[in-house]
């Protein structure tokens, strides 16, 4: 049994952390849609979910059960093939994405074979991610012409047109970095912000705001979210290109574009704001005990929230979420090792859910643009002044190296 | 058979079946979703010979934006299935015949060919800094008239979109 694994650790290792990282992905999309639907909620003075579960905690997945057991109707005289290919396309492009990105800075050895936290670490990492987003695009424009409908159809050619439009944007934004770092490794991005040791004041956004402001825009209409959300905009289109979808199919879609939200977050992370690397110096070594210090005091919380909740399941349920928090908490402190080893990871998670907040935040503020807005803002504003950082930076790089 | 030789014969099985069904599909939106597929089997394939920048390219120009373009154009123009004319006497006397000729000259060029080939691209094109130190210095020229070929081209396009108005 040891021999065949060693023997066939390069294929069984990245099987067995694939599963691992769909499940975590699955799970964070899931609740993601309640954090976003609590979020939005509570922006516009509302409740949110609250029924199921407490707090509606329970309510993703009351939704996926919802999601399986519909009926799943398939629309008169749609193009079968490309109305079944369309949602799977999606689906698969925005897991298949999520598995170049790397979420922390160690690598270990199972049996014999050393490998990272992540799925794959290819030298033209940020290379291959613009390649599955570029080929992203098939899922929504084939998902809108086969359903056979005219707002499908064209909730499918705005989105084409958009994400065509977006995408030299959104490859231009990022040479600036490309120039600093040399590399398209992504580990070696984030490696190169971390060689000064002076925490938050190395990162690529100082050097390049501009190019991160254009990155971000350009990433959300990438993603399809509001205000760029035009191919699904209800008040036009009924719900654009996913109109005659249902169920399992609709969800597809829905996972697909969550999914996507999670790789923007990770890849703006990457490339802007350091990665793993925590943002203050390295000589502050007492900075490494924030995440006990957040956990403990919001396992304490829970408990005491959970105590005086309306309903008895949840009096039951919420102490021990808390107090399995702040248990960690306190086992971080305990053991240091643990702790030394999640430090890279928590401080990764952490930016990802911020900028995750941040669009969530923004769904909750901002107005959808007009099509004509959409598209003179990307090719009149948006392109421009990414071309003009890409010159900017070589010329800042050219003077410094004379 | 080793590993990578699974794969290759994999990803040009894939290449030619995408090839055959992209003459083959009656719609034009199949057609062009078939050449995709040719264009993911050729990445794979230069994937395989060790060539990834090349890859990488092949995918985000030829399989999204080209691809992209043509697919807008077809949902655009909305494009319904083509109409089977009959069976061209030229096709059938002079087409086959040839056809079968360079199907016949090609397979007698590769087993005549005695050195075997190489499985990798030389390790100098591997690397994207040498391949744009390359791009940029030795075919300078060559590049940059591409480029200004592509210019021309541009502009042509948007006469002729002009001079309708």
């Known amino acids: 049994m040891n021999e065949f694994l060693t023997h066939y650790a390069f294929l069984i290792i990245p099987i067995v952390k694939i599963a691992i990282l769909v499940f975590i992905v699955l799970t964070v999309d899931a609740y993601l849609t309640w954090i976003e639907r609590k979020v939005i909620a509570h922006i516009q003075a509302r409740w949110g979910p609250h029924r199921v579960g407490p707090h509606g905690l329970l309510q993703p997945l009351a939704d996926g059960v919802k999601f399986i057991f519909k009926e799943d109707p398939l629309p008169a005289s749609v193009d079968k093939v490309a109305y079944f290919l369309a949602p799977f396309i999606t ?16 690598h270990f050895t199972v049996f014999g074979y050393e490998t990272g936290i992540s799925i794959a670490e290819v030298n033209i990492s940020l290379l291959v991610l613009f390649a599955i987003t570029a080929l992203s695009v098939y899922g929504v424009a084939l998902a809108g012409w086969a359903s056979n409908s005219k707002y499908s159809l064209l909730g ?11 995408e030299l944007a959104l490859t231009l934004s990022v040479v600036g970095v490309l120039l600093i770092a040399g590399d398209f490794s992504l580990r070696t991005i984030v490696v190169q912000q971390g060689v000064k040791g002076n925490g938050l004041l190395s990162w690529n956004i100082f050097p390049q705001i501009i190019g991160f402001i254009c990155f971000f825009i350009a990433a959300i209409a990438e993603t399809n979210r509001v205000p760029f959300d035009l191919p699904e905009a209800e008040s036009e289109l009924v719900a654009g290109f996913h ?15 969550y999914t996507s939200m999670i790789t923007v977050s990770c890849l703006a992370t990457i490339l802007f704001f350091g990665g793993w690397l925590s943002p203050f110096p390295a000589s502050w070594a007492f900075t490494q005990y924030l995440p006990s210090v957040l956990l403990i005091p919001f396992g304490l919380w829970v408990i005491f929230d959970g105590i005086r909740y309306e309903n008895l399941f949840g009096r039951m349920v919420l102490p021990v979420v808390g107090a399995v928090m702040a248990a960690i908490g306190f086992g971080l402190i305990v053991f240091p090792v643990v702790n030394d080893a999640i430090q890279g990871i928590f401080w990764f998670l952490a930016k990802v859910f911020t900028f995750l907040f941040v669009y969530i935040w923004m769904r909750g503020t901002l107005p959808r643009f007009r099509y004509d807005q959409l598209m003179s803002f990307g090719w009149k504003f948006l392109l421009p ?18 | 058979m080793t590993a990578p030789l699974v794969i290759f014969f994999v990803l040009a099985a894939v290449a030619v079946f995408g090839a055959i069904s992209l003459i083959v599909q009656k719609h034009p939106i199949h057609s062009a979703l078939s050449l995709i597929l040719v264009m993911v089997a050729l990445a794979g394939l230069y994937l395989l010979m060790g060539a990834e920048f090349v890859a990488a390219v092949q995918i985000i120009v030829y399989g999204g934006a080209i691809m992209v373009l043509f697919i807008f154009v077809i949902m655009l123009l909305n494009a319904g299935e083509e109409e089977r004319t009959n069976f061209s006497k030229l096709a059938m006397y002079a087409g086959v015949p040839l056809a079968v000729a360079m199907t016949g000259l ?35 020229y060559p590049f940059e008239l591409t480029s200004f070929l592509i210019l021309v081209a541009i502009l042509g396009a948007i006469v002729l979109a002009q001079r309708e108005n």
Request: proline fraction near 4%; charge should be positive; avoid cysteine.
């Open chain 1, 91 to 106: 689906l698969m492009l925005a897991l298949t994405s999520l598995a170049v990105i790397p979420f922390g800075p160690q």
């Open chain 1, 243 to 257: 109109t005659e979808y249902a169920s399992m199919k609709f969800a597809m879609f829905f996972i697909a574009e």
């Open chain 1, 156 to 166: 499918g050619l705005r989105s084409s047109a958009q994400m065509v439009s977006y």
């Open chain 1, 385 to 402: 002044v990414s071309i003009a950082n890409v010159v900017l930076t070589s010329v800042v790089i050219l003077w410094r190296m004379h």
């Open chain 2, 106 to 140: 090609i397979a007698a060029a590769i087993v005549g060919s005695n050195a075997a080939m190489p499985a990798r691209a030389p390790e100098t094109l591997t690397s994207t800094r040498q391949l744009s130190t390359l791009l940029f210095q030795e075919f300078v």
